[in-house]
């Protein structure tokens, strides 16, 4: 019949025909009518063939209308007729393509297998239809796409991600462009528990990421990093690999324009460098190298402070800051060293920008100090070193508040009595890492300058236990460490009036917390006769059991290489008659034990030692008068500090008691 009218062009029957079968029968409260009315618009759209473009309107809106019916058969018949009129429509159909696109992302998860069978042909032709077609609108396409992507139900999931892929694969349809709208809901999908769904949201990610690598100039990355970011510190391994693979090739692409977002890209990635199970392999790689790029867009600081480059500007110094500082506390310790080389690495490329933050750096990193690895100790300390460059290159100087008023100081000043200060509080530290940090310290800056500064804080200390520790620690680091050499062949070439004879009096004046360490720096000086005299002094004074152990330890130091010359020396007793009387003098301090026979052996190699012994008199000294002088005021403030510890020491032995 309605081939007929088609023949003969008999519109108003036409219209009259499709008026029965859609309103009188597809609307119909009887489901046998509506049945019927579906099965007659699905043959009435395949007679009109090309001339349907006119009669959609009335066609489709009622087919449309059956999808809700709680009936699974009508739905079904629903399906085949709107695959008709899709199938002869064409391209005519997509001024209703949202609303068949509503009716597809329901049908779906029909719990009807018969009508999700029937969706899927009708979902496979419209997809068909929209590759072809010539006015699909992907702009009111996106939002159906947004309002749907988070749903849970794996079917209308696997759907979605279906069309996105359809739509991506089309060279004429830009869907990339949209990314940023739905990246957030693709990320979601792909930890679905699902395989079939993860591959499916995997591969779709996969090439959006290749499409973005082909064409970078067009891609809004701001608009999709923070995305990247959050899904990055997710839990499942596939989504955070996703996304931080996307951070990687986001800063390799874009560069400078993720500054903004560093702070951000740092609590992401930081975190996955300490990922230990095999599993996770992959993301830990990605993000060292991500960390790696990411230091090297950091931009370079001008020289004149007043010019800033734009790229700095949009560096949130303070944000990156706060994460560091955060991070230098994690729980791993490739994530704390790393957090501390960001610390270096800003401190060396905007210096005076990251300076306005080092208060709150400076405690940080101290407190990192405290580490148990030695690696972040390391790091923790080069930057100290480039605190101290800095500081110095801008003569920066830092306050401190004292006796109700601010003074100024040096940032190195303040690090060192800080140091010294993290000693004083926890012993621990100083005897399991004390010689360790100096050593590296000397490395990395000035060992003359180290140990001066230390002097000069540490020769007013008031603990007399915890300033003789620390001499007794420095004196050991000072006669074995390979890093003091050049300090240790300065001192040799003891000069009072040069360079030389200042450190020697700075370091003196602070030794004399340590009687012990007093002589072996007086060893190392070449200075025999100061050394006898001092241990005149020390036999006058209470002489326990730690000085005893500490003699010990200076006499096995003579038998090292580090004391080579003085041993060559006991070879001409009569110019180094006080040498040879000094060690006497420490012979006759120790106990008989091992380290008294080492010595006697010792001097009993000793050439005229019994013209020496029998009483002939000691050489007289060459040294001028102001040298006399100069020695013995050293040695009056040796016995003074002394006396000063000693009574100190017996009062807390009273308070305790």
């Not at 608009?223 to 996703?242: G, Y």
């Not at 996770?280 to 600081?301: C, F, G, H, M, S």
């Not at 890492?433 to 140990?451: K, N, P, T, V, W």
Request: aromatic share 8%; proline share 4%.
């Amino acid at each position: 019949m309605m081939k007929d009218y088609v023949l003969n062009g008999n519109t108003a029957m036409i219209q009259k025909l499709i008026k029965v079968l859609a309103q009188d029968l597809t609307l119909s409260d009887n489901s046998n009518y509506r049945k019927g009315g579906l099965i007659g618009l699905a043959a009435a759209s395949i007679a009109l063939g090309k001339q349907i473009r006119s009669y959609i309107p009335q066609i489709i809106q009622p087919v449309l209308s059956c999808f809700n019916d709680s009936d699974s058969r009508i739905r079904y018949f629903a399906c085949e007729a709107l695959y008709n009129v899709v199938k002869v429509a064409r391209d005519a159909a997509m001024p209703y393509f949202s609303e068949v696109f509503d009716v597809l992302s329901k049908l779906c998860a029909d719990s009807d297998t018969n009508t999700k069978n029937g969706a899927e042909l009708l979902d496979r032709l419209v997809k068909d239809v929209v590759i072809e077609s010539k006015s699909f609108n992907l702009e009111t396409f996106v939002p159906l796409l947004r309002e749907r992507i988070y749903a849970r139900n794996p079917f209308v999931r696997q759907f979605l991600v279906s069309w996105i892929a359809v739509l991506d694969s089309v060279p004429e349809i830009d869907i990339l462009h949209f990314l940023p709208e739905i990246l957030d809901g693709l990320f979601v999908i792909l930890s679905d528990p699902r395989l079939e769904i993860r591959k499916a949201c995997e591969s779709v990610l996969g090439e959006f990421l290749h499409g973005i690598v082909n064409r970078p100039g067009t891609v809004d990355y701001p608009a999709m990093v923070n995305i990247l970011i959050t899904h990055s510190q997710s839990p499942d391994e596939l989504v955070q690999f996703t996304a931080v693979l996307w951070i990687k090739q986001f800063i390799k692409l874009a560069g400078p324009k993720m500054l903004p977002f560093t702070s951000g890209l740092l609590v992401a990635i930081l975190p996955c460098l300490s990922l230990e199970s095999e599993s996770r392999k992959n993301i830990r790689e990605n993000a060292r190298q991500v960390n790696q790029e990411l230091v090297k867009i950091i931009p370079a600081e001008s020289e004149a402070p007043q010019e800033a480059t734009d790229d700095i500007l949009t560096l949130d110094l303070e944000s990156i800051v706060q994460v560091l500082i955060d991070n230098m506390t994690h729980s791993s310790i490739p994530t704390r060293l790393a957090a501390l080389r960001w610390v270096y690495s800003l401190l060396d490329q905007i210096p005076r920008r990251t300076f306005k933050s080092i208060e709150k750096l400076f405690p940080a990193v101290l407190k990192a100090l405290e580490d148990d690895s030695d690696e972040v100790i390391m790091a923790a300390l080069e930057d100290f070193a480039e605190i101290r460059s800095v500081s110095d290159q801008f003569k920066l100087l830092h306050n401190s508040a004292q006796e109700d008023h601010k003074i100024q100081g040096s940032y190195f000043r303040r690090f060192i009595r800080d140091l010294l200060t993290l000693f004083k509080k926890d012993r621990q530290i100083l005897d399991d890492r004390g010689h360790f940090m100096i050593r590296q310290l000397c490395l990395l800056l000035s060992a003359e300058e180290i140990y001066s500064v230390v002097a000069d804080i540490l020769v007013d200390e008031t603990d007399p236990v915890f300033a003789s520790a620390m001499v007794e620690a420095l004196s050991a680091i000072l006669l074995t460490a390979s890093e003091l050499f050049e300090l240790r062949a300065s001192l040799r070439k003891f000069d009072r009036t040069l360079q030389q004879g200042h450190v020697f009096t700075k370091l003196y004046r602070c030794w004399a917390h340590n009687s012990v360490a007093t002589v072996s720096l007086c060893l190392l000086a070449q200075q025999y006769q100061h050394a006898s005299d001092l241990l005149g002094v020390i036999a006058d004074l209470d002489v326990t059991v730690e000085h005893l152990a500490e003699i010990d330890k200076l006499v096995q130091l003579i038998e090292s290489p580090i004391f080579t010359h003085l041993r060559m020396q006991l070879l001409d007793p009569e110019t180094n008659a006080y040498l040879v009387r000094t060690l006497y003098g420490l012979l006759m301090l120790l106990p008989q034990s091992e380290a008294f026979e080492n010595l006697r052996r010792r001097l009993d190699c000793v050439p005229l030692l019994q013209r020496v012994s029998q009483g002939q008199s000691v050489p007289p000294s060459d040294m001028v008068a102001a040298e006399k002088a100069f020695f013995a005021d050293l040695l009056q403030y040796f016995i003074n500090t002394q006396k000063r510890q000693q009574a100190s020491i017996r009062h807390d032995r009273k308070s305790h008691s």
